[in-house]
């Protein structure tokens, strides 16, 4: 499968989750504007094996969160051919553990913002889950996994990973 085919079919099987309702986004602290800064939020539920996960009926309910490279497209944002890496999906009542649909994901969400601090030589936010990067309004990182496998992601892995890039650390959040 071609890059262009499969992030076509990426984006085709994002498009037909439903949206998280504005009541669960106030529920997960956010409101609609946060979500669609973050290119959207899907509701499904899943299973999960390994650090993967499938859609199934008769799993658990989790938060569906693009991952994409670069800036996520919305309103705010127009993104000229938006590449969605993969989907990360986590449960609200445990944020700090998200399995991803392909298991190719980008590195990071906010990746942007890493580039855009080493170039304005300004502090970096990280956030420890993708639930804490929303709710900081989409602004800074989450180091989704680090080097190739996944790892548990502690503060102090994502400081140690952000600092031996070359950028310097604002805040640490959950």
């Given at each position: 499968m071609t890059a262009l085919t499969s992030n076509q079919a990426r984006l085709a099987l994002w498009l037909t989750l439903p949206s998280i309702s504005d009541g669960g986004l106030a529920r997960l602290?956010?409101?609609r504007r946060i979500a669609n800064r973050a290119g959207g939020l899907a509701w499904s539920r899943i299973t999960?094996?390994?650090r993967t996960?499938?859609?199934s009926p008769s799993?658990?309910?989790?938060?569906i969160q693009p991952v994409w490279r670069g800036a996520a497209p919305s309103l705010e944002c127009s993104v000229e051919n938006p590449i969605l890496d993969d989907l990360i999906a986590w449960c609200p009542v445990e944020p700090g553990e998200w399995w991803y649909r392909w298991g190719a994901s980008w590195p990071a969400l906010g990746d942007h913002f890493i580039d855009d601090a080493h170039i304005d030589g300004k502090p970096l936010d990280c956030h420890l889950t993708p639930l804490g990067w929303l709710r900081?309004?989409?602004?800074g990182t989450v180091?989704?996994?680090?080097?190739e496998g996944y790892q548990p992601v502690t503060a102090q892995?994502?400081?140690?990973q952000v600092v031996?890039?070359?950028h310097q650390v604002q805040q640490v959040t959950a």
């Open positions: 602290g956010i409101d999960t094996a390994g996960f499938d859609l799993g658990m309910p989790a938060v900081g309004g989409c602004r180091m989704l996994g680090i080097a892995a994502v400081v140690a031996a890039s070359g």
